[in-house]
């Protein structure tokens, strides 16, 4: 099976930057995405970083597109600043696009998880405890569509409306 680090080879370097920066984008993009960045997002995206090292690989945590990435994009998510996340969606769709399926479901798979584990972080998600916020769906479902994620369980795909 082909890893992420094998595919990224492959890759021109803005492409390789897109893709090991999009965990920290796609954080910033969740837990951003209501204005409430408070200390329990704060260490799951945290948990999250080291979840992709473990999952997808090295490159997703310890990369330095990944660091610069995290840097940046973090003071933006605590300060709800404006980012246009939409672009840099399509982009990573476009990288992913190149990838073997197998690589790309996996990479899909990891991504879906883990931003229903941000929503989840404050509060109870779909039907447990809290609803996670509206701001925080649409942010999921801006996600599952740019990315072209498949979403089999029928209670989330309800809540995003697909």
């Known amino acids: 099976m082909t890893t992420f680090a094998e595919f990224a080879e492959t890759l021109s370097d803005d492409d390789r930057d897109t893709l090991f920066a ?11 995405a209501d ?25 997703f945590h310890w990369s330095s597109s990944a660091q610069a ?32 399926p197998d690589l790309r479901k996996r990479y899909h798979d990891f991504v879906l998880g883990m931003a229903v584990r941000l929503a989840a972080a404050s509060g109870g998600f779909l039907w447990f405890g809290r609803p996670i916020s509206e701001e925080e769906t649409i942010a999921l479902r801006r996600i599952v569509i740019a990315l072209g994620i498949q979403v089999e369980d029928e209670r989330l795909r309800a809540l995003l409306e697909l």
């Open 22 to 32: 999009s965990v920290p984008m796609i954080i910033a993009l969740v837990v951003g």
């Open 35 to 59: 204005g409430e960045f408070d200390v329990i997002e704060v260490g799951a995206a945290v948990d999250e970083m080291f979840r992709a090292g473990d999952e997808l690989g090295p490159d």
């Open 69 to 100: 990435a995290f840097e940046r994009i973090s003071p933006m998510a605590r300060e709800r600043q404006a980012t246009n996340f939409h672009g840099r969606l399509l982009q990573l769709r476009d990288v992913l696009r190149q990838a073997p």
